[in-house]
């Protein structure tokens, strides 16, 4: 079983799925596009999110970053005027310089990251979707086009954004195995993560959308908005800048190339019609995820999606 995930969503699924299902048969394919270098380290906010979330580690008041974390080394970086605007916790900081030291040995980043989440004692794959570095720029209205981690941090993503693209993504080539293991998944899933920030950077690595596209019929995606807002984060506006409808429906029209279901909230129910009359079964469930508890709920609504969706 295969999930497409960015961040703070995705990990809440996975840690219902790891919950309803085995989690070796679970492969978590993750974004890097939010990736960034600072202080000379490579940083992979996604996969970091997912793993510490999984482990049980993460930041609760956040959903990124490490629990109980220090800021030493920000706070002393700051008496040099430093960047301080992206906050790096002084213990998420060894995972950062662990990597950035693993990728100048050579290695590549699904090796690296396989090597942390083994560390924190994942039982389910975590895969980057690409080794290849890709890169998010949002075009915004002030002050053109600048990255991910710079609109969506340092600008809080409050901000008017006209465009987004991937840059690199052209020449990037899947994780290994990756396209493999979508062809032979029995199940594919878009977790509830931005359909423009996250889930787009994943299905824009070449080979990548037309390998779920051939699944289709085998894809369940869960909306990462509810009663027409994004639950966490920019996707909401993001969605309406770039000319999209910002709800269920919106979510739908994004989705319906790729997946066949589409697990919408109750509190969208009335529009359940609508995202049916764009051509994929919808499957109404209470989506919220607050706790282990209610994450497993809606990971048994996906894992049975496609028999109650009827169109497997
Ligand atoms: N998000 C913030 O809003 N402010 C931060 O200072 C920040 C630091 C940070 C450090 C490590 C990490 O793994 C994630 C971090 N995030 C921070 C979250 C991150 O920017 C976003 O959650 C993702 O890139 C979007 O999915």
Same mark, same amino acid.
């Given at each position: 079983?295969?999930?497409?995930?960015?961040?703070?969503?995705?990990?809440?699924?996975?840690?219902?799925?790891?919950?309803?299902?085995?989690?070796?048969?679970?492969?978590?394919?993750?974004?890097?596009?939010?990736?960034?270098?600072?202080?000379?380290?490579?940083?992979?906010?996604?996969?970091?999110?997912?793993?510490?979330?999984?482990?049980?580690?993460?930041?609760?008041?956040?959903?990124?970053?490490?629990?109980?974390?220090?800021?030493?080394?920000?706070?002393?970086?700051?008496?040099?005027?430093?960047?301080?605007?992206?906050?790096?916790?002084?213990?998420?900081?060894?995972?950062?310089?662990?990597?950035?030291?693993?990728?100048?040995?050579?290695?590549?980043?699904?090796?690296?990251?396989?090597?942390?989440?083994?560390?924190?004692?994942?039982?389910?794959?975590?895969?980057?979707?690409?080794?290849?570095?890709?890169?998010?720029?949002?075009?915004?209205?002030?002050?053109?086009?600048?990255?991910?981690?710079?609109?969506?941090?340092?600008?809080?993503?409050?901000?008017?954004? /006209?465009?987004?693209?991937?840059?690199?993504?052209?020449?990037?080539?899947? /994780?290994?195995?990756?396209?493999?293991?979508?062809?032979?998944?029995?199940?594919?899933?878009?977790?509830?993560?931005?359909?423009?920030?996250?889930?787009?950077?994943?299905?824009?690595?070449?080979?990548?959308?037309?390998?779920?596209?051939?699944?289709?019929?085998?894809?369940?995606?869960?909306?990462?908005?509810?009663?027409?807002?994004?639950?966490?984060?920019?996707?909401?506006?993001?969605?309406?800048?770039?000319?999209?409808?910002?709800?269920?429906?919106?979510?739908?029209?994004?989705?319906?190339?790729?997946?066949?279901?589409?697990?919408?909230?109750?509190?969208?129910?009335?529009?359940?019609?609508?995202?049916?009359?764009?051509?994929?079964?919808?499957?109404?469930?209470?989506?919220?995820?607050?706790?282990?508890?209610?994450?497993?709920?809606?990971?048994?609504?996906?894992?049975?999606?496609?028999?109650?969706?009827?169109?497997?």
């Amino acid at each position: 079983m295969v999930v497409l995930a960015g961040g703070v969503g995705a990990a809440k699924l996975l840690t219902g799925l790891v919950r309803a299902h085995p989690p070796h048969d679970l492969l978590a394919v993750v974004n890097t596009a939010d990736d960034t270098v600072l202080h000379g380290l490579h940083v992979s906010p996604d996969l970091d999110t997912v793993v510490y979330t999984l482990a049980g580690a993460v930041n609760p008041d956040t959903g990124w970053g490490l629990a109980g974390e220090t800021w030493q080394a920000m706070n002393a970086l700051d008496r040099y005027g430093g960047v301080t605007w992206f906050r790096l916790g002084d213990r998420d900081l060894a995972t950062h310089m662990y990597r950035t030291h693993r990728l100048g040995q050579g290695a590549d980043l699904a090796a690296v990251t396989a090597e942390i989440a083994a560390a924190w004692g994942l039982k389910l794959a975590v895969l980057p979707v690409t080794n290849d570095r890709i890169e998010t720029k949002v075009t915004t209205a002030d002050e053109g086009e600048i990255g991910f981690q710079d609109y969506f941090v340092r600008r809080r993503h409050d901000v008017a954004a /006209s465009a987004v693209r991937v840059a690199g993504s052209a020449r990037a080539r899947p /994780s290994p195995g990756l396209v493999e293991a979508l062809d032979n998944a029995r199940l594919i899933i878009i977790a509830p993560s931005n359909p423009i920030l996250s889930i787009g950077p994943v299905l824009e690595v070449p080979g990548v959308r037309p390998a779920v596209a051939a699944r289709r019929d085998a894809v369940v995606a869960v909306s990462p908005i509810v009663g027409g807002a994004a639950l966490k984060g920019p996707a909401g506006r993001l969605m309406r800048e770039l000319g999209h409808e910002c709800s269920v429906v919106g979510v739908a029209r994004l989705y319906r190339e790729v997946a066949a279901t589409l697990v919408i909230d109750e509190a969208d129910a009335h529009l359940a019609d609508s995202v049916e009359a764009v051509g994929i079964s919808c499957v109404v469930a209470p989506t919220i995820m607050d706790g282990a508890e209610s994450a497993t709920a809606v990971a048994r609504v996906v894992l049975g999606g496609l028999a109650a969706g009827g169109s497997a």
